[in-house]
């Protein structure tokens, strides 16, 4: 049995039409994040900019959206239910939308605009008085969240990574819609 994939706007999808938007969307999702995840440690180990604390958070997100993203194409192409691809959907958007929150908060601290993790930025205490241990803490390079390392054209990897993450908020947002036209 074969299904039309032509359908004109506005008519239900098919089964076979809702599968191939939900792997779509999925599949764009998982490259986009392998995409992210690549460049990021090639900036780290090539290019030698460590990562700080909210930029290693801000992986999170792209390190869940490649399993998952997989997982909606695997049960898209095995005919899974339409609800079940659209929840999957949703748990890819909302994943992307609370990683442009994030992205946005370190390019606010990054601007100064506020005041970011105690332990990632403000002021650092001078700790060179106080002995052996401290000594040994000294070797260690903290990152600091409010100093960028990179811009181009104005925005920093936290400040692209907010664009990213929305516009693939906006991809399943799409590919919801498209599901709920079924």
């Not at 090639?42 to 792209?62: D, G, H, I, T």
């Not at 399993?67 to 909606?72: R, T």
């Not at 332990?119 to 000294?138: F, I, T, V």
């Not at 390079?141 to 400040?159: M, T």
Request: proline share 4%.
């Amino acid at each position: 049995m074969t299904a039309d994939l032509s359908a004109p706007p506005g008519i239900a999808a098919e089964p076979a039409d809702a599968a191939r938007i939900a792997a779509g969307v999925a599949l764009t999702v998982a490259a986009v994040a392998v995409a992210a995840l690549g460049l990021a440690w090639f900036s780290q180990l090539v290019l030698e900019m460590a990562p700080c604390k909210l930029c290693l958070e801000q992986r999170y997100a792209y390190y869940l959206d490649v399993p998952i993203g997989l997982l909606i194409a695997l049960a898209a192409w095995r005919r899974a239910p339409v609800w079940l691809l659209g929840a999957g959907l949703a748990v890819l958007g909302l994943m992307a939308l609370g990683n442009a929150g994030l992205a946005a908060y370190h390019a606010g601290v990054e601007w100064q605009l506020w005041a970011g993790p105690s332990d990632c930025s403000g002021p650092l205490l001078d700790l060179s008085k106080a002995g052996g241990l401290l000594a040994q803490l000294d070797k260690v390079k903290v990152v600091r969240c409010d100093e960028v390392q990179w811009r181009f054209l104005g925005l920093s990897f936290a400040g692209y990574n907010v664009l990213m993450s929305l516009a693939l908020a906006a991809l399943c947002g799409w590919g919801l819609a498209r599901l709920r036209q079924r």
